[in-house]
């Protein structure tokens, strides 16, 4: 039986060091940050985080996601 892992890119590893989420689950292509209380000031950070390191990162999110306080950070 194989055991897979995932490599978090460079970029994204510089993003979680700096915006230190409290929960987050590890996808494919970026995380999943999980326990936000306030969204739109969160996003908002991690999206001027994001510019501010040049990072190859975006910040999605939509209706489901917000419904359990969520949005995702993923690679380019």
Known sequence: MEKTTLKISTD???????????????MAKGIEIRGI??????????KDLIERL????????????VSYGAFEVNTL
């Open 54 to 65: 040049e990072l190859n990162l975006f910040v999605s999110h939509n209706a489901e996601m």
């Open 37 to 46: 209380n306030d969204m739109h000031r969160n996003i908002t950070q991690a």
């Open 12 to 26: 994204l590893q510089k993003f979680i060091d700096k915006f230190e989420p409290n929960k987050f689950k590890l």
